[in-house]
């Protein structure tokens, strides 16, 4: 068996593949990102990637897929909104290049099942969540999803570091959103 061969047969072809892409997408973003490319740095023929996931966007979407059930894990079970949008910051600083491919639709196979399926898992905890808070549902789901996906993308492109001044991002978010994620209705202050 020629070496070539034998690397392809390392273990976990696509994993190794998705977490090669990882590492590229956190480092350079995803326009850096080659099928050839990420072939080399798995030790595998240049083929193999595209033997796993077709082309550049089929790798994009596995890797917006695994992303959406990452976040869906991670926010657990808590149906607070304010808990939500805490664990949305917490997502984006643990899993950067999931988070730079999962809202880039321009990147994604639009028609994956897969993708549908896991992005509407992980938004339908969002508008939950919000029935409570908002008497529009529709425009509260905007407004916590762009407030806390806001606060994300700032984050991680270090556009708020002087102005967290060494304070813990979790606590920052919670702080700003003070009594914005207030239920409907409930005009008390606190």
Do not use: C, K
């Given at each position: 068996?020629?070496?070539?061969?034998?690397?392809?047969?390392?273990?976990?072809?696509?994993?190794?593949?998705?977490?090669?892409?990882?590492?590229?997408?956190?480092?350079?973003?995803?326009?850096?990102?080659?099928?050839?490319?990420?072939?080399?740095?798995?030790?595998?023929?240049?083929?193999?990637?595209?033997?796993?996931?077709?082309?550049?966007?089929?790798?994009?979407?596995?890797?917006?897929?695994?992303?959406?059930?990452?976040?869906?894990?991670?926010?657990?079970?808590?149906?607070?909104?304010?808990?939500?949008?805490?664990?949305?910051?917490?997502?984006?600083?643990?899993?950067?290049?999931?988070?730079?491919?999962?809202?880039?639709?321009?990147l994604l196979r639009p028609?994956?099942?897969?993708?549908?399926?896991?992005?509407?898992?992980?938004?339908?905890?969002?508008?939950?969540?919000?029935?409570?808070?908002?008497?529009?549902?529709?425009?509260?789901?905007?407004?916590?999803?762009?407030?806390?996906?806001?606060?994300?993308?700032?984050?991680?492109?270090?556009?708020?570091?002087?102005?967290?001044?060494?304070?813990?991002?979790?606590?920052?978010?919670?702080?700003?959103?003070?009594?914005?994620?207030?239920?409907?209705?409930?005009?008390?202050?606190?």
């Amino acid at each position: 068996m020629t070496a070539e061969r034998a690397a392809y047969h390392h273990g976990d072809l696509p994993r190794a593949v998705l977490t090669a892409a990882l590492d590229v997408i956190a480092t350079e973003g995803p326009a850096a990102l080659s099928l050839r490319g990420l072939a080399r740095r798995a030790g595998v023929s240049h083929a193999a990637p595209a033997h796993h996931f077709g082309d550049r966007a089929g790798l994009l979407t596995a890797i917006a897929t695994e992303g959406y059930g990452l976040l869906s894990a991670t926010f657990g079970e808590t149906r607070n909104l304010r808990d939500l949008g805490v664990r949305y910051v917490r997502f984006a600083i643990a899993h950067p290049a999931h988070f730079q491919v999962m809202f880039r639709p321009e990147l994604l196979r639009p028609d994956d099942p897969e993708l549908l399926a896991a992005r509407e898992r992980t938004r339908s905890r969002l508008r939950v969540a919000v029935a409570g808070y908002a008497d529009d549902p529709a425009v509260g789901f905007m407004a916590a999803w762009s407030m806390a996906h806001g606060f994300a993308s700032l984050l991680l492109s270090h556009n708020l570091d002087g102005l967290l001044d060494g304070q813990d991002p979790e606590e920052a978010f919670r702080a700003l959103t003070g009594d914005m994620f207030r239920p409907a209705g409930d005009s008390a202050t606190g």
